[in-house]
Structure formats: C-alpha cells, structure tokens
C-alpha cells in the first residue's frame, strides 16, 4: 500500500481505523435508507437526554448523512484506486512529504474520476427524499396529496395537475444535475487521452 492512500480510513494501515471503517461503510450501505430515517426518528430519543434530542429534521438529516457518507466513501476509494500507482511514486521520488502527495496529486485525480459516479449517488439520494413522508416529515409529493386533498380543492380530479408537476420538478432537478456534471466532466477532459 503506498504512503499517500493510508490516510484513508478503508485503506488505512492501522487496523483499528481499517476495521471500523469497513465496518461503519458495511453496516450502513447494508441497511436500507427508510431503516435509517426510523431509526434516527425513534431511537436517537432515546440515546439523549430530553433537552439535547434534536428535533425531527435534524434527525432526519443526521440519518441521511450517515446513509449518503458510507456512499460516499465507496465512490472515492473508488476513484483512488483509480490513480495510478507511479503518481505517488514519482511525488515520492521527488521528496513530496505523504499529506501534500494526498493533497495536490492523489485527491485531485481521484475526485475527477469520481464525478459520473458522485452525481449518479446525488441523483438517487435527490429522489430518495421522499422517503422522509414515511416518518412524518413533509416533501414535495406529500405537499402535492395535502394539496389536493384540501376541502376547497377536493374531487376536482387535481391529482392529474399536481402528481405530474412534482415528476416534472423531479425530472428537472435530475436533468440539471446530470446535465452540469457532463459540462464539468467535458470542461474536465474526463473520458479523452
């Protein structure tokens, strides 16, 4: 393993790090999203004291990120064993210490290799927030039904006006976030020698 990659925890040299980092990227890339967000409803209530519960986004948050990082995390190691081992070879030859190979030449490479893969986990997570309705949080489809389903505005067959909308809103969001990463990728030279 070189000098540059042990400062990552899944390919640290430590085995303490190593193991609760694989650990941590296994538990959670291993459960289902909707188990975190019930979990981090119900069960952070009651790992706290009653005046440091956060309140119901914070938890909601707090599970995402967990979720997203272990995500994450597998998408940049990834990306790190994508730079080639002479990269570090040669920052060493030329007496780079192991902090500023990590983080003027390994990084960089790394994350620009990593970008179709980022964006395709943030394309998921964007419409994977709709989950949150199923521990009584509101989203944007939730705001659709509760819309719809106002006495003013009941039976007048809204659903065909509302449903449509958010899918465009969703297909909106997607599409800009893909479009912008084939901008950055193209404006990268990412995929040409």
Same mark, same amino acid.
């Given at each position: 393993?070189?000098?540059?990659?042990?400062?990552?925890?899944?390919?640290?040299?430590?085995?303490?790090?190593?193991?609760?980092?694989?650990?941590?990227?296994?538990? =959670?890339?291993?459960?289902?999203?909707?188990?975190?967000? #019930?979990?981090? =409803?119900?069960?952070?209530?009651?790992?706290? /004291?009653?005046?440091?519960?956060?309140? /119901?986004?914070?938890?909601?948050?707090?599970?995402?990120? #967990?979720?997203?990082?272990?995500?994450?995390?597998?998408?940049?190691?990834?990306?790190?064993?994508?730079? /080639?081992?002479?990269?570090?070879?040669?920052?060493?030859?030329?007496?780079?210490?192991?902090?500023?190979?990590?983080?003027?030449?390994? #990084?960089?490479?790394?994350?620009?290799?990593? =970008? /179709?893969?980022?964006?395709?986990?943030?394309?998921?997570?964007?419409?994977?927030?709709?989950?949150?309705?199923?521990?009584?949080?509101?989203?944007?489809?939730?705001?659709?039904? &509760?819309?719809?389903?106002?006495?003013?505005?009941? &039976?007048?067959?809204?659903?065909?006006?509302?449903?449509?909308?958010?899918?465009?809103?969703?297909?909106?969001?997607?599409?800009?976030?893909?479009?912008?990463?084939?901008?950055?990728?193209?404006?990268?030279?990412?995929?040409?020698?």
């Amino acid at each position: 393993m070189t000098d540059s990659h042990r400062t990552v925890g899944r390919r640290s040299s430590l085995p303490t790090v190593r193991w609760l980092s694989v650990t941590y990227i296994e538990l =959670i890339r291993g459960v289902p999203l909707i188990t975190l967000l #019930l979990l981090g =409803i119900f069960a952070i209530g009651f790992f706290l /004291p009653a005046g440091l519960r956060p309140g /119901p986004v914070a938890r909601v948050l707090t599970a995402i990120v #967990l979720f997203e990082s272990a995500y994450v995390a597998e998408v940049v190691r990834g990306g790190l064993q994508a730079v /080639p081992r002479g990269q570090t070879e040669a920052s060493q030859a030329l007496g780079m210490p192991r902090w500023k190979t990590t983080r003027r030449i390994v #990084l960089p490479q790394a994350l620009r290799a990593t =970008i /179709p893969a980022m964006v395709g986990q943030f394309i998921s997570l964007y419409k994977d927030t709709t989950l949150v309705s199923l521990v009584a949080l509101f989203d944007v489809l939730t705001v659709s039904g &509760a819309a719809t389903t106002q006495p003013d505005f009941l &039976a007048q067959g809204l659903e065909v006006i509302t449903l449509p909308f958010v899918a465009l809103l969703f297909w909106v969001g997607s599409y800009s976030m893909s479009r912008e990463a084939r901008r950055l990728e193209k404006r990268l030279g990412i995929g040409q020698r």
